[in-house]
């Protein structure tokens, strides 16, 4: 059975980093694409980032380019998202999810098997 399961999150000062894991187990990441959304209090939940484990392909939202690094770990399975520079708005549950299909953009419906996320708090 595919799962995916979140880990890393908590409470970081603006302008600190986290590592965000996605730990995924029943099935290989090889055809896969694995995406990090978030959804913060009363707001729609978001794309953040994904990548592609077919082509090596990635994206970002333009909130969070230049500032998050998503990546590969083959050992362990798993998907990660460094998060640098972070801001008082970065503050959400992050969650992360698997398609097996291709895009070009974050299309949330094609995402499916969603962890149950982890909490990032970004505050002073």
């Known amino acids: 059975q595919l799962q995916l399961v979140e880990s890393g999150g908590g409470l970081v000062q603006p302008g600190g980093s986290l590592r965000l894991s996605c730990a995924a187990s029943g099935f290989t990441l090889d055809y896969y694409i694995i995406g990090w959304f978030r959804q913060a209090p009363g707001k729609e939940r978001e794309g953040v980032s994904y990548?592609?484990?077919?082509?090596?392909?990635?994206y970002y939202a333009d909130s969070v380019k230049g500032r998050f690094t998503i990546s590969r770990d083959n050992a362990k399975n798993t998907i990660n998202l460094a998060m640098n520079s972070l801001k008082p708005e970065d503050t959400a549950v992050y969650y992360c999810a698997a398609s097996p299909f291709s895009m070009s953009t974050m299309a949330e419906a094609l995402f499916g098997s969603w962890g149950q996320g982890t909490q990032v708090t970004v505050s002073s």
């Open positions: 990548i592609n484990n077919i082509d090596g392909s990635t």
